[in-house]
């Protein structure tokens, strides 16, 4: 049984996440934290908590490191910040610290129900609306991108097929290792296709990047499938 540990001194916004989330996931089992205390508390019982969704109040001023905090607590539970506020750079401090996702509030109830489940996949989760490509809705009319990412939307379309396949996959979290045994080439070969990625994507490292590639999955701009050829016998990897 999946179970999730809502953390927030709101018992209200506590209340009514749980009953969206539980609406939508009948077999999970939802516990409460009202403060970091009864938080780590939940984090170091004897059952195990598969999701942990933090409220960024509860956390105070303590910086985006805490995770290291929640991790010794609990390792294998994946962690997510709710807030109302947050710019794409800050969130995505908090998920090069190692938290999982973000949460905000003003997300509609079946935008969270989404996030939620690609946290539980193994995926990493930010809302849309704080992405360079912003929200569905918003696409309808004109915005200007930031500036340093200005080329992002139109450069995606240069990658090659290979760099395709690997941001797909950089999009599940998956490691250079994990990508070359995905698609059968050699590690050394995956950072190269990485790095080119990161280049053509302009953005900073692979957290950015799989973030980048998420959104460009749900808009269709890339295929969600990375072409992967079955090995027969023992091959060498290609490059």
Excluded: C
Excluded at 12 to 26: E, K, M, S
Excluded at 103 to 114: A, F, G, K, P, Y
Excluded at 153 to 161: A, E, K, V, Y
């Amino acid at each position: 049984m999946v179970r999730i540990l809502v953390a927030d001194q709101h018992a209200l916004y506590r209340t009514g996440l749980r009953v969206v989330l539980q609406a939508a996931l009948p077999d999970a089992e939802f516990l409460e934290a009202t403060d970091l205390d009864s938080l780590m508390r939940g984090l170091q019982g004897e059952q195990h908590i598969h999701l942990a969704l933090v409220s960024l109040n509860l956390m105070g001023s303590a910086s985006p490191n805490v995770i290291w905090d929640f991790k010794r607590a609990s390792g294998l539970t994946r962690y997510v910040v709710i807030s109302t506020e947050g710019t794409f750079d800050q969130v995505l401090h908090y998920i090069a610290e190692g938290f999982h996702g973000f949460l905000s509030t003003l997300q509609r109830d079946d935008e969270i129900v989404e996030s939620v489940r690609d946290v539980l996949a193994g995926r990493l989760s930010i809302p849309r609306a704080l992405t360079p490509f912003g929200s569905a809705a918003e696409s309808h009319r004109p915005r200007e991108a930031p500036p340093r990412r200005s080329s992002v939307q139109q450069s995606t379309f240069g990658l090659t097929p290979r760099q395709k396949d690997v941001l797909t996959l950089l999009a599940d979290g998956l490691s250079n290792r994990e990508i070359a045994q995905a698609l059968h080439i050699a590690e050394p070969t995956t950072k190269i296709h990485v790095s080119g990625v990161m280049r053509v994507l302009n953005v900073r490292n692979r957290t950015e990047a799989a973030v980048l590639a998420r959104d460009l999955i749900q808009t269709s701009a890339i295929d969600p499938e990375p072409r992967s050829k079955p090995r027969q016998g023992k091959t060498k990897p290609r490059h």
